[in-house]
């Protein structure tokens, strides 16, 4: 799962300094952690778009009056969260950030969907979703390759056959969620 067959984007959360993330707030947009803070020290440039559920109803009433589908599933979201770190230096990121941006996602409410590895290179991509009583309630996505790395959070119900919807809107790239549901299987 390469950047151009999935996101471009996801979201990078970690331990927080000094303690862990309460589970409760994983049902919030989380705050940068020290790990995103010393990618984009690191990074050439940097994409952040972060949108909670009141900003998101009001970026819904400039969507596409013939898109109903759309502006409902993003009426009814909790939030988006994307990062975008660009380096100009071939993995400026270290498997351990890495592996610790995945750690936060290593709990009972998320299942890992899809781990995309290359032998002794750090790129990969993770799909992890959050299900809650057998519907999807989350979706994050980690895509690092040599010179970018992405995060993208989704939090609150996804219709696995809509969120293409979201593609080319807050940030997502236009074309990286389409194959989630190829992904997915589903």
Known sequence: MKRSNVWASVLALS??????????????????????????????????VTL?????????????????????LVQNLKGIYVREYDFD?????????LEGLRKYFESSEWSPMVHERTKGVTEGSDVYVKLVD???????ILDADAHELSLVLILGPI???????L????????????NIKKETGK
């Open 15 to 48: 331990l927080a300094a000094g303690g862990g993330i309460a589970a409760a707030a994983q049902d919030q947009l989380p705050t940068p952690s020290p790990i995103e803070k010393t990618l984009a020290a690191r990074a050439t440039h940097v994409t952040e």
């Open 52 to 72: 909670d559920k009141t900003m998101l109803a009001f970026a819904a009433k400039f969507m596409e009056k013939d898109d109903p589908e759309g502006k409902e």
């Open 89 to 97: 230096k071939d993995h400026s990121y270290t498997a351990e950030e």
């Open 134 to 140: 057998n519907q999807m309630q989350g979706l994050f």
């Open 159 to 165: 219709d696995i056959d809509k969120i293409s919807k």
């Open 167 to 178: 593609g080319g809107n807050f940030g997502i790239p236009k074309d990286a969620v389409k």
